[in-house]
């Protein structure tokens, strides 16, 4: 068995590029919640120098001057599209390792010949031909080989998206060519370390005295060594572990004042973060809600307040007025709240329910709420985000996100099918 890793290139940008196909071969970027920031870019707009990561409002006029295209993050449309794309890995490999929205480890066997190549591009056709994603597949011994590869695949001109670094009669020329800081595992800090030690490649960190990198990295340096030697060490998670906790925070599009407005944001907030726990399969036993002015203010002010559910819940109408009662608690008035959030914690499997020993437990009351939550859970995922809505979050809240460039949800919304008229 080997290793691959499946990555898809720009992976925002050409989801949006996937459902509007007036954006190909045009430079285009994606920017980050409240149209901050650059945070996809594709290959075109890469061309004209524009960074990674550079605020919105510095590079504006140099995007108009270029004639590139600008779409808000829409975070529906790639979980709906990585989910296709993970999907669709499935059907293609032994084991699936979901590492991120866009990446994916797969153990795969290597044929009689050892070639890989013929698997890789037929996978690579398939993804493009249903989702119009490109893709570039780095393969390995191990995860860490995998990961270089996957960078040589992107960044050799001529492998067409697919590097096999195990079996390639060049191994260590094309470890000496990749950079000590872009091997996976190795941060900023680490870099430094290392070239001042003269270990500026891959390679010399693979050959590196093993004591110095334990010394500095513990057991850890020495797995990533014996890694990038191709011994296996770092495990392969066949399941994803169940996550514990669970987020939503967002910035507002501009800082609000009011007891009404913040009790609107956390509202929404404890609604999403419920319908993230049921389609985990998980319970809370603890919510935390947050808020906070502006890092740069004199007058910093930030503050959480928690409650323990008793028993354990993923029930919108629960975990809303649970907010909503401590809500109150994080408030100070006359101050600008720039940010807001809600926080599931003490998760576990919504199959065990655990009671209190005074508690009253009523069955059908219990399944009536679950198919409830159900129904609204599959109304919204057909028809479109807030189909269905708690009025606590309000009818036209000011507060909200700024996606001035926002795409429509084709794959996730009923509505937003594009019509084609013949």
């Not at 994603?133 to 067409?160: E, F, R, S, W």
Request: charged residues 20%; contains cysteine.
């Amino acid at each position: 068995m080997t290793i691959a890793l499946i990555d898809g290139n720009n992976f925002y940008a050409a989801c949006e590029q996937s459902i509007d196909p007036s954006l190909v071969d045009q430079p285009l970027v994606v920017l980050s919640n409240n149209d901050g920031c650059i945070i996809s870019r594709n290959a075109e707009a890469k061309a004209f120098g524009i960074p990674m990561g550079a605020p919105f409002f510095k590079v504006r006029t140099k995007l108009k001057q270029y004639g590139v295209k600008i779409r808000s993050s829409n975070y529906a449309l790639y979980g709906d599209m990585s989910e296709r794309f993970m999907n669709l890995i499935k059907n293609y490999c032994e084991e699936l390792e979901i590492y991120s929205i866009d990446e994916a480890f797969v153990n795969i066997k290597r044929p009689m010949n050892c070639n890989l190549h013929p698997w890789a591009k037929e996978l690579r056709t398939h993804i493009y031909q249903n989702l119009s994603l490109p893709i570039a597949i780095g393969i390995g011994a191990t995860k860490t080989q995998a990961k270089l590869a996957n960078y040589l695949a992107k960044k050799v001109a001529d492998t067409a998206g697919i590097f096999d670094l195990e079996i390639s009669k060049h191994q260590e020329d094309w470890l000496e060519s990749i950079a000590v800081e872009n091997v996976w595992g190795i941060g900023h800090k680490m870099a430094q370390w290392c070239r001042l030690r003269g270990i500026n490649n891959a390679l010399q960190l693979r050959d590196a005295p093993s004591h110095e990198l334990k010394a500095k990295l513990g057991i850890t340096g020495i797995r990533l060594q014996n890694e990038l030697k191709g011994v296996r060490c770092i495990p392969f998670a066949k399941y994803n572990k169940a996550k514990k906790e669970t987020c939503v925070s967002r910035s507002f599009n501009k800082p609000i004042t009011t007891m009404d407005e913040l009790r609107q944001a956390i509202s929404s907030y404890a609604v999403r973060a419920s319908e993230k726990l049921r389609k985990q399969n998980q319970v809370a036993g603890i919510i935390t809600i947050f808020t906070r002015t502006s890092l740069h203010k004199a007058t910093f002010y930030s503050k959480s307040a928690s409650k323990r559910l008793k028993p354990h819940s993923n029930d919108t109408s629960i975990l809303l007025n649970a907010s909503l009662a401590l809500t109150p608690e994080i408030f100070k008035q006359n101050l600008p709240l720039i940010k807001a959030g809600v926080i599931m914690q003490d998760l576990q499997e919504d199959k065990y329910l655990q009671l209190h020993l005074f508690e009253t437990y009523n069955s059908q009351s219990t399944i009536q709420r679950k198919v409830l939550m159900q129904t609204i859970d599959n109304l919204n995922q057909r028809y479109g985000s807030n189909t269905v809505r708690w009025t606590a979050y309000g009818t036209s809240p000011t507060w909200s996100m700024r996606r001035k460039y926002l795409s429509p949800s084709a794959t996730t919304r009923l509505t937003d099918i594009p019509i084609v008229i013949s």
